[in-house]
């Protein structure tokens, strides 16, 4: 079974431009989730996703950041216009619905804004 | 979700049992216990989750005590390639639609050779 995977790894943009992160969940999982960690900060909850609708998204930032999940399968996380503060790593996680195991991540986007 | 506590930093001697333990005094009787660890540059990997009574599965052994406010998550037989941030979370079990992970610091875990 593939795993939740993201694309790109790296990331490099200035600021003011605009950068897409896509996520793939695992085939299946209907919860979609991103978090992200800012430079020597703590794991962050951005949106939850169930299938193609937002169940959460009291942990996004601000509205530079527009997430979307279009037919319920993989989702894209833009960033627009990219800030120096957006600079981090971003996570996507995934789960079933019934599923006591919790969340399985991907391996994150590097983001860097100069 | 109630608030965890944990060492910040931990060591190992490789081959040895690493026990990291982890505080959750507030926590709410349907919450539970998991336990999620990330090794450098990768994302963050289940290990294990428990209610009441310990757990054990092929990564490791959970252990929470009877009043439920502290567990321990033991690692039996520590390899270098354990060493990473281990995080304590506590959240509701929602088998309807899932809840967020609320990460803390964690404890970084350094197994020695």
């Known amino acids: 079974e593939a795993g939740v995977t993201q694309f790109p790894s790296h990331s490099v943009i200035e600021k003011g431009q605009t950068v897409t992160l896509r996520c793939d969940p695992i085939?299946?999982?209907?919860?979609l989730y991103w978090y992200r960690r800012v430079m020597g900060k703590e794991i962050k909850f951005l949106l939850h996703?169930?299938?193609?609708?937002?169940?959460?998204e009291s942990g996004m930032p601000n509205n530079r950041f527009l997430a979307e999940r279009t037919g319920g399968t993989y989702s894209t996380l833009k960033v627009q216009p990219a800030e120096l503060e957006d600079s981090g790593v971003y996570f996507c996680?995934?789960?079933?619905?019934?599923?006591?195991?919790?969340?399985?991540f991907g391996p994150g986007t590097r983001l860097t804004v100069l | 979700d109630a608030k965890t506590t944990q060492p910040t930093s931990m060591d190992c001697a490789e081959g040895r049992a690493a026990n990291l333990p982890c505080n959750h005094s507030?926590?709410?009787?349907?919450?539970?216990v998991y336990w999620y660890r990330q090794i450098h540059s990768q994302g963050p990997q289940y290990i294990i989750h428990?209610?009441?009574n310990n757990e054990t599965n092929e990564m490791a052994s959970l252990i929470i005590t009877e009043d439920r406010k502290s567990s321990t998550l033991i690692l039996p037989h520590a390899t270098l390639r354990d060493t990473a941030v281990y995080y304590c979370?506590?959240?509701?079990?929602?088998?309807?639609?899932?809840?967020?992970?609320?990460f803390g610091g964690g404890t970084r875990l350094m197994v020695k050779p």
């Open positions: 996703f169930v299938k193609e609708s937002k169940q959460d």
């Open positions: 428990g209610l009441k």
């Open positions: 085939s299946g999982h209907d919860n």
């Open positions: 979370i506590v959240r509701v079990a929602n088998y309807n639609a899932g809840n967020m992970l609320t």
């Open positions: 996680a995934s789960s079933q619905v019934l599923q006591a195991q919790g969340q399985f």
């Open positions: 507030t926590i709410s009787g349907n919450e539970y």
